[in-house]
C-alpha cells in the first residue's frame, strides 16, 4: 500500500468511531529515529490531517507518563510501531508495544509494524540487539520474568504481523 493510500485511509477511518482521540499512535525509540525517520514519517501524517500522537509533543504537563502514553494508545485508532536496533532496550518501548498488542486484540487496534534497519526475524526471535537487550534486561534486579515474558511474547506476535521493512532508503 502506498503512503498516500495509507494516509488516505487513516484520515477517512477516523470519522466512523467518533470515541477515538487520535488516529495513529507513534511507538519507537528516540535515539535511533526521531530526528531522522520519525520526525519525516510524523510530519507527513500531519500534512495528510492525520491526527498523530507522538510522546514529546501530547504529554500533558503535569500528569504521568505512563498513564499519558497508555490512555492515548487506548483511544488510537491506529498504532504505527517504528522497531529500530535499540527499541527493545527500553522499557518504556517494550510496555508500549504490550499495550498496544492488547488493545489490537481488545480494541481493534490496527496496528502497522516499521522494521526500521532490523529483520523481522531477528524481532521475533529476539536476536542481535534485541538479544543483547534481553540480557540486559534479565541482569536487572528491577524487572520481573513474568515482564519479560511479556515482552518476549510481545516482539514475537509483533513480528509476525506484516509490516514495513526499510533498510537504507
Not at 485511509?9 to 468511531?17: A, F, K, P, T
Not at 482521540?21 to 500531519?46: C, M, N, P
Not at 540486559?136 to 534486579?141: Q, Y
Request: proline share 2%.
Amino acid at each position: 500500500m502506498s503512503t498516500q493510500k495509507a494516509c488516505t485511509s487513516l484520515s477517512s477511518s477516523s470519522s466512523s468511531n467518533p470515541l477515538r482521540k487520535y488516529d495513529v499512535f507513534l511507538s519507537f525509540y528516540g535515539k535511533d529515529s526521531r530526528k531522522t525517520f520519525t520526525d519525516h514519517l510524523y510530519a507527513s501524517l500531519i500534512r495528510k490531517g492525520i491526527n498523530t500522537y507522538r510522546d514529546n509533543e501530547n504529554l500533558e504537563q503535569g500528569k504521568p507518563i505512563a498513564s499519558g502514553l497508555m490512555k492515548a494508545i487506548e483511544e488510537s485508532k491506529y498504532a504505527i510501531i517504528v522497531l529500530s536496533k535499540n527499541y527493545a532496550f527500553s522499557k518504556w518501548c517494550l510496555n508500549e508495544l504490550v499495550k498496544i498488542l492488547e488493545c489490537m486484540n481488545l480494541k481493534q487496534l490496527k496496528v502497522l509494524p516499521i522494521f526500521y534497519h532490523v529483520d523481522p526475524s531477528d524481532v521475533g526471535n529476539q536476536r542481535e540487539t534485541f538479544g543483547k537487550a534481553f540480557l540486559k534486561h534479565e541482569e536487572d534486579r528491577k524487572v520481573s520474568i513474568e515482564q519479560i515474558q511479556k515482552w518476549r511474547t510481545a516482539l514475537k506476535e509483533l513480528s509476525k504481523i506484516r509490516g514495513r521493512h526499510l533498510v537504507d532508503r
